[in-house]
């Protein structure tokens, strides 16, 4: 299994004192990997386009048998140019290490291992061949000798190129060598050369390569012999040359075996179909030699940003080569016959096994980077040894049982069960445990490969034409694959998400609207009925857009709650459009996609960061409507992706936000109708009465949802109860009769709340806590209130009526909000989670901060300022009109929304597996 090109040179692991400055930050990381990989892939596939044209127009010149008369001779030339330079020119690829020290001795090494294996080569070449079982290929043998002698004189100028990821040099080197060597190669098969037509085609462009890279390095460097350096030298290299022999020896095990036991034609046939199998290791193997390798060598001192470098280049070979891995399986049949021809229609079932292997295979080379680059050769040679140990009795056995498929599944087998547990073993002996996100992060281009290559197998069988079905079903696997796996392109190959964008129209669906004067057209989307902060706040700012001249809806998911935010809404002047709840993700985007094309929307604005998918499907791919998503929960919760616009409710969420979902990411804190929410006596004096309260009670007020969280709400939901029964504690500690506290609100926790009242009441042997139920318009108990007691919006209107506040949350949380503790919830948010160590004491110290009148008055008055300025109704609708523009001028492609849906998508229908699968483990067990 030979893979063309350079064998794969490795580094040293020891720094260098003198070495060039290192980068240390992993995305600076990222993006030197992500800028080579792009020159080294985009080199390799014209490469293997290329080589797939040259290939299949010799095909059909020369016979299999021909074929695989030089596949025999081609796998002696790569077990032993793997020794060619012993290891050591990769060194020069090392950012730590200095090219000036090293360059001169490593040429001369070179020079003399290379040209001693050559003329060992061209005199064995007869022998080898017969004990290989095909004499005929001596002499293809002795012709590429020559290419051991030219691996060592341009053995130091690749590396330079390598080391600067200069992969733009290597492309444009690799390219002039490509033309006349396959020129040389078909005039010679038309010639009837036979075998050696591929010989001298590789020695032609190995010249020209080498020839471009000598002109291409800005210094060059003559043979010289520091004394000093050679000990060190061979002994870093003799051992990876080593483990390049293995491993060159292992990928072209299965030649050396077929060649005593099946036919050269066989072989051919063989051949052929590892060929195309080994199209994702062959872009990826110089991605990772020269790109990823010097890059794992910068962080190789930092074990932590080494495994994050790991992860991040796990999914660069998953993105890469599961796809390769799916459209090969679907298409395999067509891709055979369509490329090859008729005679080479047995390679296809073999072709379809292998592809398997070349996948893993890419895998391990990743791991053998990043092995070499931390200095641990021993254990690699161990795991390679281990590998061909259990690879030639498995292809002895294989060939036997399953002729070639035999051994394609033998290589499947060995691959899986004996190499790439080896590797990961020998990583975590060195990097310690691996996170398990080395796993989950290829769950995602697998699940997008696996779309592509059903899609296309789905086309190939419906059209059913050998040619125009392999065309139509790699045409449809790439657009299925880009559009699924557009998000983690763009994130971690950038510059292909820039070409793809070049490459394509511009062209919308929908020609684009100036949005930037005219009246919108605006769907504000609450995630259910019930009665809170939340969709109060959604209701007074569709209401006050509205009256500012824009066409607003108000679309709700509909549920039975026991207190709705119906009547509020329709004392707003809105007739809310309900929604089914329940049905999953596509039968909410289909509601919402209905009603957005009813009304003609022109924003899309969910109040639920959950609901941002549904959305975004429902919208399209048309440039036509802009999703935003208010998230104004207290912990971050990234639903969409960065395309679309994001609203947080405090600064930090905010500053999480640009960090993680980028410029799209915007703060709008919950504001407040300063005209209906302000302080009123009257109103106060009515609420007191109402519920039986004196005028010399001080009344402690908590007006909000009374909720228990579900398990999904756990991570993300504002949790109000644990506030409430807190205050009941601190109540019923300071047994004081002038303090009452009052709860205004309903929900799924009120029985809780209501037992608890009930025995804090029997305990003080009076009506100390006071239950009203839920009220259509909570204002007048706000204007009761002497201090006030709550969370979030709800906080915020209690200092619009100039009550002294006191903010609870999670865990016991309680903090008097003054001047010197509001910045604390400007950052966080209304909220805390703080556990303090006795939370009840904590409470009642805030309120004993609060006993005197002045000081709530003060207070109060601070409060009322400070919400005046900050929270308005209007500036919060002036804000939301800028928000809305601006999503509605991004210039996003059709494309890159189309990939945002099958982003979406296909993260939905993972969550549905993964969850249908947990709850089976669950029943079994």
């Known amino acids: 299994m030979t893979v063309q090109g350079a064998p794969p040179t490795a580094v040293g692991a020891e720094p260098h004192a003198g070495g060039p400055e290192q980068r240390t930050d992993a995305q600076a990381l990222r993006r030197d990997i992500g800028r080579g990989v792009v020159w080294a892939a985009a080199g390799n596939i014209l490469m293997r386009i290329g080589g797939i044209s040259v290939t299949a127009v010799v095909a059909r010149i020369l016979s299999p048998e021909e074929f695989g008369v030089f596949a025999i001779a081609l796998a002696v030339f790569v077990v032993v140019t793997s020794l060619a330079e012993l290891g050591m020119a990769s060194a020069v690829a090392r950012s730590v290490l200095e090219p000036d020290d090293i360059a001169g001795t490593v040429t001369s090494i070179s020079l003399i291992v290379s040209t001693g294996l050559a003329i060992l080569m061209a005199l064995s070449a007869g022998p080898l061949a017969t004990v290989l079982g095909m004499p005929e290929a001596a002499g293809p043998i002795r012709v590429m000798s020559i290419c051991l002698v030219l691996t060592g004189i341009f053995a130091v100028p690749g590396a330079q190129l390598v080391r600067n990821f200069r992969q733009d040099r290597i492309l444009l080197g690799t390219v002039a060598g490509f033309v006349p060597a396959n020129v040389v190669l078909i005039v010679m098969a038309l010639a009837g050369q036979e075998a050696m037509a591929f010989s001298w085609s590789r020695v032609v462009g190995q010249v020209v390569t080498g020839l471009v890279f000598v002109a291409c390095v800005n210094r060059r460097y003559r ?169 030639v009795p498995a292809m002895v056995w294989g060939i036997q049982i399953g002729g070639l498929v035999g051994a394609a599944w033998a290589h499947v087998a060995v691959v899986l069960v004996v190499s790439l547990p080896g590797y990961l073993w020998a990583l975590r002996s060195q990097l310690g445990p691996l996170p398990a996100a080395l796993g989950t992060t290829l769950l995602r281009p697998a699940g997008a490969a696996a779309l592509a290559g059903g899609s296309a197998w789905i086309v190939d069988r419906w059209i059913g034409g050998v040619v125009l079905g392999f065309l139509a079903g790699g045409v449809v696997a790439v657009v299925v694959y880009l559009v699924a796996a ?225 398990a999904a709400q756990q ?78 919006g709800s ?32 950052g966080d948010g209304y909220y805390g989670t703080r556990a303090p160590g006795r939370p009840v004491a904590e409470l009642l110290g805030h309120l004993d901060a609060l006993a005197d009148p002045v000081a709530r008055c003060r207070l109060g008055d601070w409060g ?45 229908l993972l969550g549905s597996l993964k969850r249908r699968l947990a709850q089976r483990l669950r029943a079994r067990s």
């Open 795 to 826: 906080a915020l209107r209690m200092m619009a009526h100039a009550k002294p506040l006191v903010v609870l949350g999670a865990a016991g949380f309680s903090q008097l909000c003054s001047p010197a503790t509001v910045d604390q919830f400007l």
């Open 223 to 391: 043979p010289q012999w520091r004394r000093e350096l050679v000990g060190p030298l061979l002994r870093f290299g003799l051992p990876l040359s080593l483990a390049n022999l293995i491993n060159w020896t292992l990928l072209n095990a299965d030649y050396l075996v077929m060649g005593r036991m099946l036919s050269a034609e066989q072989i051919g046939v063989y051949m052929i179909a590892f060929t195309v199998a080994n199209w994702s290791t062959a872009v990826l193997g110089s991605v990772l030699n020269g790109v990823v390798l010097p890059a794992f060598g910068r962080v190789s001192h930092d074990t932590e940003r080494l495994v994050e470098s790991l992860v991040s280049a796990t999914r660069l070979v998953g993105l890469v080569a599961l796809p390769m891995l799916a459209t090969t399986v679907a298409l395999a049949p067509g891709l055979v016959r369509t490329v090859f021809g008729e005679t080479w229609a047995g390679a296809a079932p073999v072709l379809a096994v292998l592809a398997v292997y070349g996948v893993a295979f890419a895998f391990t080379l990743l791991y053998v980077n990043l092995l070499v680059a931390i200095g641990a050769t021993t254990k690699l040679l161990v795991v390679q040894v281990a590998w061909v140990s259990a690879l």
């Open 715 to 792: 991570d993300h939901g504002v949790a109000k109860l644990p506030g409430i029964l807190l205050a009941m504690d601190a109540l019923l500690e300071r047994d004081d009769p002038s303090l009452r506290l009052v709860v205004v609100g309903d929900g799924s926790g009120m029985a809780q709340v209501r037992e608890r009242a009930e025995q804090v009441n029997a305990s003080l042997g009076r009506s100390a806590v006071v239950l009203t139920g839920a009220l259509a318009d909570p204002h007048p108990a706000y204007a009761a209130a002497d201090i006030g007691l709550g969370m979030g």
């Open 864 to 908: 009322l300022d400070f919400v005046t300025e900050r929270y308005g109704l209007e500036a919060g609708a002036d804000r939301l009109e800028t928000i809305y523009r601006d999503s509605l001028a991004h210039d996003d492609s059709w494309f890159e929304r189309l990939g945002d849906m099958g982003h979406l998508a296909g993260r939905s």
């Open 486 to 710: 557009w998000s983690m392109i763009e994130q971690d190959l950038p510059e292909v998400g820039r070409l793809v964008r070049k490459v394509l129209p511009r062209r919308r669906w929908f020609a684009p609207l100036d949005a930037s004067e005219r009246p919108l057209r605006v769907g504000i989307v609450l995630e259910g009925l019930a009665l809170g902060g939340c969709p109060i706040n959604a209701i007074d700012l569709a209401r006050t857009l509205r009256a500012r001249g824009h066409h607003v809806v108000v679309i709700a998911v509909d549920e039975v709650v026991q207190v709705s935010v119906l009547p509020y809404a329709e004392a707003a002047g809105f007739d809310v459009v309900r929604i089914p709840v329940g049905g999953g993700l596509f039968r909410r985007a289909r509601h919402l996609r209905r009603e957005a094309r009813r009304h003609d929307l022109d924003v899309l604005h969910v109040f639920a960061a959950w609901l941002g998918r549904s959305a975004v499907l429902a919208c399209g791919p048309s440039r036509r409507r802009a999703v935003v998503v208010l998230n104004w929960l207290m912990d971050s919760e990234f639903t969409t992706t960065g395309r679309t616009s994001l609203v947080v409710g405090t600064g930090s969420l905010y500053a999480d936000a640009l960090d993680r979902h980028g410029p799209r990411s915007y703060l709008l804190e919950p504001p407040v109708d300063l005209a209906r929410d302000r302080p009123d006596q009257e109103a106060a004096r009515v609420f007191r009465r109402v519920h039986d309260l004196a005028t010399d009670d001080i009344l402690l007020v908590l007006v909000g949802r009374v909720d228990v969280l579900t």
